[in-house]
């Protein structure tokens, strides 16, 4: 289908978040063939939509979230995180199925799809039953291991490559391991191995809270990055999320190396882990995305509230009103996690790349006036703002609708069967 979307405002995130005024976008199928200033055209179109002076921009890219933990939202909160992992979470994971992931899969989505983010990088047991559910809801995703001393293998990882990314071309798989304390340094040097002969980068959850820090140094003599850089981890790149407490040794290696780095302002707070140093890892030169986490941990999966908690929580933290800068959030929240996720089709609006983008509907009351508009979605925009998003060419939320090919009524009502035969076992 043969798409133009005209009469809108256009931040096509090329070159930073400036705003072209009578603008449109045309697109061919799944790709985007043209984005910039109204002029005539020959090209017939299947759809003509008026975007009534909206703002079109590139989808947010959730660039960390575990999606099927949809089940444990709200369910263990105001808990240290040792105890809510391993007294609440670990158990009740111990419980899941493969059809179980592949309903709460498909709620995390609809959930994303009302924050206008158009793809996620999802760490969580089931791969598979993950990539069925995005990709039978047309939902972009790029799934990671998560190899740990109990769950996972090597060999489960190395299929896994190969078979996820030949699955759908809304889908794609990178390795990775859960953390570096919940894995043998045995498993943590076969998977260097693995990613030394697949050439491929490697994704973990990393420096996360000062006690995981000071463990890995009591263990090894090194934080979690020198450690991981120790046995070979990056040498072909990789991402880490959290990375709230950093040393500047970690932060010039991540740097030297190419290490993207996926910020969870939301969990990090919530869970008190800490406030990760944005603004000195964008001074390294290191790129940033954003992330949810999980719907256990943060417990919405709300883009704007992500990128309200980024920029306020290092003014915060620097005392400093102007550190970083809305347009640099809202930089990390499209083009940043996209290049974390290894998604460098789907980081703007030009042509050649995915049509994966979003109208943000700005005559509601929290986006008047329009003094600048970038500023207003990251200090005052809402998920009530998100008027459409699409998804390789394809509308899949509109005026509050989904169109993704199932039930929402009836996923909710799985997913509150799941969770209450969990607590009946």
């Not at 991402?239 to 969990?267: Q, W, Y």
Request: charged residues 20%.
């Amino acid at each position: 289908m043969n798409t133009r979307i005209y009469n809108a405002r256009l931040m096509t995130m090329e070159k930073g978040c400036s705003i072209q005024e009578n603008g449109e976008v045309w697109i061919r199928e799944d790709t985007i063939a043209y984005a910039g200033p109204e002029r005539p055209t020959n090209c017939m179109f299947d759809r003509e939509i008026n975007a009534n002076g909206n703002l079109v921009m590139p989808g947010f890219k959730n660039a960390h979230t575990h999606s099927a933990m949809t089940f444990l939202r709200s369910f263990a909160d105001d808990l240290p995180l040792a105890q809510w992992l391993n007294q609440q979470v670990f158990p009740m994971e111990a419980k899941l199925t493969k059809e179980d992931v592949y309903i709460l899969s498909k709620l995390a989505n609809l959930e994303y799809l009302t924050s206008g983010i158009t793809a996620n990088y999802d760490m969580y047991l089931f791969p598979l039953e993950a990539a069925k559910a995005s990709s039978e809801m047309g939902f972009r995703t790029v799934l990671c291991s998560g190899l740990n001393n109990f769950s996972f293998s090597l060999d489960q990882i190395e299929q896994e490559y190969e078979t996820l990314n030949h699955f759908h071309p809304l889908i794609s798989y990178q390795i990775g391991l859960h953390a570096e304390y919940t894995t043998s340094p045995e498993l943590l040097k076969s998977l260097s191995a693995l990613a030394h002969r697949l050439s491929a980068p490697v994704s973990t959850h990393c420096s996360e809270t000062e006690n995981e820090v000071q463990d890995c140094i009591r263990r090894y003599g090194m934080t979690p990055p020198a450690y991981l850089d120790s046995l070979g981890m990056f040498d072909y790149g990789g991402t880490c999320f959290h990375c709230v407490h950093m040393t500047k040794e970690d932060l010039e290696l991540f740097a030297r190396l190419g290490v993207f780095i996926v910020t969870n302002p939301g969990s990090n707070a919530k869970l008190a882990s800490g406030i990760a140093p944005l603004t000195d890892m964008l001074d390294c030169g290191i790129s940033v995305g954003i992330g949810t986490d999980g719907p256990a941990s943060n417990n919405c999966l709300d883009f704007f509230r992500e990128m309200f908690l980024a920029t306020a929580l290092q003014k915060l933290r620097l005392k400093d009103a102007a550190a970083l800068d809305a347009e640099q959030v809202l930089q990390m929240a499209v083009t940043g996690g996209a290049h974390a996720m290894g998604l460098s089709d789907c980081d703007c609006l030009a042509p050649g790349k995915r049509a994966d983008l979003i109208l943000i509907d700005l005559h509601q009351p929290n986006m008047q006036p329009l003094n600048h508009i970038a500023k207003n979605i990251v200090y005052s925009g809402s998920k009530q703002n998100v008027k459409m998003t699409m998804i390789n060419g394809q509308i899949l939320y509109q005026d509050g609708k989904f169109q993704t090919g199932c039930d929402p009524e009836e996923i909710y009502q799985q997913a509150n069967r799941i969770i209450r035969r969990m607590q009946e076992d």
